[in-house]
C-alpha cells in the first residue's frame, strides 16, 4: 500500500487548505483511513478518522467545525478540508490506512507540510 499526501503550503490564519491522499497498491474501498499531524517539538496526534465506507468520522476537538474528512472510494482519495485555520494548526500532516480490523493504522503517507502564519 502506497499513500501520496499533497495539498500542504503556507497560508494566511483564517485561511483554507484542502489536503489530498492518493492511495495506490490496494484496494482502498476496504481501509479506515485518517490524517494525523506532528508539530515541532510536539507529539503526532490524530485529527480525523473515516471509515472505510465513510459513515462514521471523528474529529479531534481541536479541529471540530473547522476541518472536514471526506473520501472518494472511486478515485481512491481521502481529503481533508482546512478551514478557519490558525498558526497552531501548524504541522506535518499525514495521511494513515488501517487494514480491516486492525486496531493500529498499518500504512503512512510521506507528510504534507502545513505553515499558518498569524
Known amino acids: 500500500v502506497q499513500l501520496q499526501a499533497s495539498g500542504g503550503g503556507l497560508v494566511q490564519a483564517g485561511g483554507s487548505l484542502r489536503l489530498s491522499c492518493a492511495a495506490s497498491?490496494?484496494?482502498?474501498?476496504?481501509?479506515?483511513m485518517a490524517w494525523y499531524r506532528q508539530a515541532p517539538g510536539k507529539q503526532r496526534e490524530l485529527v480525523a478518522s473515516i471509515t472505510s465506507t465513510g459513515n462514521s468520522i471523528n474529529y479531534a476537538d481541536s479541529v471540530k467545525g473547522r476541518f472536514t474528512i471526506s473520501r472518494d472510494n472511486a478515485k481512491n482519495t481521502v481529503y481533508l478540508q482546512m478551514n478557519s485555520l490558525k498558526p497552531e494548526d501548524t504541522a506535518v500532516y499525514y495521511c494513515a490506512a488501517k487494514r480491516p480490523f486492525s486496531s493500529d493504522y498499518d500504512y503512512w503517507g510521506q507528510g504534507t507540510e502545513v505553515t499558518v502564519s498569524s
Open positions: 497498491g490496494t484496494i482502498f474501498s476496504i481501509h479506515p
